[in-house]
């Protein structure tokens, strides 16, 4: 529970301060085995905070609000939203001097340094695995890993920022980075610094876990989505699932399945792969993640300019077969999921001899589709007939809660425009600041 904005809104509802420092209260004896007295103090410590926050204007204490949450635009869930709303993340960042940069929406940026690429990514927690610090940590260190490999790059170091609510037990900051450090070590990759804060400080009751872990790699070869050209193949490895998988066997009774997702599959197939002669010829590649195959070839087309078609018959014998049996069990659909399997763009004379490389690693890997000229999209082939294969609102509802959170929106047209204004607020007021600090600097 978020104290501070429990006080904004009901002061801004009109509640008076007695009455609202009394429910205050309350709530914090429900979070907290502390004495009344102390959360009367707290409470109101908080009320009087919140007052003295009040009426604040300028660029640095206001916000052009969008009039659109997160949750019911989808950002964070892997689907149109989401996609949207990173868009105007890459025109609020604008065109910087990266050799990939996020306008791309790759799986990680690169610059160009001593006639070599570094790439840096950094991937955020599965929200839903608070409560399993360690497998937040493994899962979220092997999605960054990936996402480092992916651009043709050998990571050479991780990083780590971890964010645990007021009332959480320490033991979460060490459970969550022996989960880090378990792929760290298998990999050879060091975790070599990171951050440990509270969330929100003392304004956030409860035991919430958060985090991200980031990595650094550097390449010779780029395997950028922009790569992707017409007449290529894709080849798709096997995959399991990550965190995703993860969460939706735990929070729907198949927690067996859990153990199906610790596995180094993907990465040692990278690593082997990019040890070998035939990698040199990989166009692009990608990990099947950003709401499932959906959503990655309808980015991959959209970087590239051209349309992709993908097979759904060849799809399904790469779906690891408890996942499988899962997904079919809860009705989930598999093309909408993370798979976290290993996607790879190149073409089609080296096809062959890329699945006996990964092969040799121990992963299957087979041709699920082709590139070609047209119109940037991503189509199905289902019983030899096109079908579309946009990605939806949101990535495949995989847990109770979020099929229930998937029943209803708002009109996205709507919500689009108010997105879109506050985007081009916040553009407007980084240009507005970066005038001042030129402004001073020019001052004696």
Aim: net charge negative.
């Amino acid at each position: 529970m978020d104290v501070e904005e429990y006080v904004r809104g009901r002061i801004a509802d009109g509640t008076d301060e007695d009455t609202l420092q009394k429910s205050l209260t309350d709530h914090i004896l429900g979070f907290k085995k502390v004495q009344p007295s102390y959360a009367s103090a707290f409470a109101r410590a908080v009320i009087d905070e919140v007052k003295n926050t009040r009426g604040l204007t300028g660029d640095f204490f206001e916000l052009d609000p969008a009039g659109v949450k997160m949750g019911e635009f989808g950002v964070g869930s892997r689907g149109k939203g989401d996609f949207f709303a990173h868009r105007q993340i890459a025109r609020i960042i604008g065109k910087t001097s990266a050799s990939v940069g996020v306008d791309e929406m790759d799986d990680a940026g690169a610059v160009c340094a001593g006639g070599k690429y570094i790439i840096c990514t950094v991937d955020g927690m599965h929200s839903r695995l608070s409560d399993y610090p360690f497998l937040a940590g493994f899962h979220v260190t092997r999605a960054t890993l990936r996402d480092v490999y992916v651009m043709g790059a050998k990571p050479i170091m991780l990083f780590s920022d971890i964010h645990v609510a007021d009332d959480g037990d320490v033991a979460k900051i060490f459970d969550y980075t022996a989960g880090i450090t378990t792929v760290g070590e298998a990999m050879d990759v060091p975790l070599v610094t990171g951050s440990t804060l509270r969330i929100g400080g003392d304004m956030v009751l409860g035991s919430r876990l958060t985090g991200c872990v980031g990595a650094v790699g550097v390449a010779e070869h780029l395997t950028a989505r922009k790569a992707t050209q017409p007449g290529d193949v894709l080849l798709m490895t096997e995959g399991a699932g990550g965190g995703t998988i993860a969460t939706a066997a735990i929070y729907s009774g198949f927690p067996e399945v859990v153990d199906q997702t610790i596995n180094l599959n993907f990465l040692v197939a990278c690593e082997t792969l990019m040890k070998s002669d035939v990698f040199l010829r990989v166009h692009a590649m990608t990990d099947v993640t950003n709401g499932g195959l959906r959503g990655d070839a309808f980015e991959m087309a959209e970087t590239a300019g051209c349309r992709i078609v993908i097979d759904e018959h060849a799809i399904g014998s790469l779906v690891e077969p408890h996942v499988q049996d899962m997904l079919e069990a809860l009705q989930i659909d598999y093309l909408g999921v993370s798979l976290d399997a290993l996607l790879i763009v190149a073409p089609p004379e080296v096809s062959a001899e890329l699945c006996r490389v990964v092969k040799s690693a121990g992963v299957a890997m087979h041709e699920i589709g082709y590139v070609e000229k047209g119109k940037p999209e991503s189509v199905l082939m289902v019983d030899g007939k096109e079908c579309d294969f946009s990605p939806r609102f949101r990535e495949s509802a995989y847990t109770p809660v979020k099929k229930v959170v998937d029943t209803g929106m708002r009109d996205f047209e709507e919500m689009s425009k108010g997105v879109m204004r506050a985007a081009d607020s916040a553009i407007q007021k980084k240009q507005r600041v970066l005038k001042n600090l030129a402004g001073k600097r020019k001052s004696p």
